[in-house]
T-cell receptor, first 115, second 112 residues
């Protein structure tokens, strides 16, 4: 089983460039999430989605956009890359009915550097 | 708001030593509590969970008990192996919510 797949694994961007981080899951999970992981800071939620066509902001959404046109895919877009967005990005998914007791399944991450 | 506090690392141990990683939380109601593990170069994997007070989660020799009276969910393993070297994250999801709040993570290195 593939689980949650993220592409690319590594990327270097110049300031002001844009890019899309891809995330797809094959578990038919309704909930999907994007996190960023900074050293010593744990994971911070950027955006999340509870189903196709529905997205909402997390804790640190500024500078990012998302869409959820299908159950499987949840891309994250950076429009104008800034050095503060240098981080490791994780996509996750879960099957949940809003009760908060289901585990999230994570991809292997995208390491993004902005220079 | 809801939050999780983990003991700071890094933690370095010898093989077969006892491991404890402290985790305390602040939350209203009855959150669900999780431990995730991140091996080098990989994403996070669920290690264990507990969804109500006094529940004990266990997996791969690791255990943690949900203690509401002390708002804690400490992770323990009686005899660690080199393969347990990883970053460990404590996390909670509030009652009737699905979003996770993570601790900062504790890096554990086990030496042969």
């Amino acid at each position: 089983n593939a689980g949650v797949t993220q592409t690319p694994k590594f990327r270097i961007l110049k300031i002001g460039q844009s890019m899309t981080l891809q995330c797809t899951q094959d578990m038919n999970h309704n909930y999907m999430y994007w996190y960023r992981q900074d050293p010593g800071m744990g994971l911070k939620l950027i955006y999340y989605s509870v189903g196709a066509g529905i997205t909402d902001k997390g804790e640190v959404p500024n500078g990012y956009n998302v869409s959820r046109s299908t159950t499987e895919d949840f891309p994250l877009r950076l429009e104008l890359a800034a050095p503060s967005q240098t981080s490791v990005y994780f996509c996750a998914s879960s099957w949940d009915r809003g009760q908060g007791n289901q585990p999230q399944h994570f991809g292997d991450g995208t390491r993004l550097s902005i220079l | 708001g809801d939050s999780v506090t983990q003991m700071e690392g890094p933690v370095t141990l010898s093989e077969e030593a006892f491991l404890t990683i402290n985790c305390t939380y602040t939350a209203t109601g009855y959150p669900s509590l999780f431990w995730y593990v991140q091996y080098p170069g990989e994403g996070l994997q669920l290690l264990l969970k507990a969804t109500k007070a006094d529940d004990k989660g266990s997996n791969k020799g690791f255990e943690a008990t949900y203690r509401k009276e002390t708002t804690s969910f400490h992770l323990e393993k009686g005899s660690v192996q080199v393969s347990d070297s990883a970053v460990y994250f404590c996390a909670l999801s509030p009652s009737n919510d699905y979003k996770l709040s993570f601790g900062a993570g504790t890096t554990v290195t086990v030496r042969a």
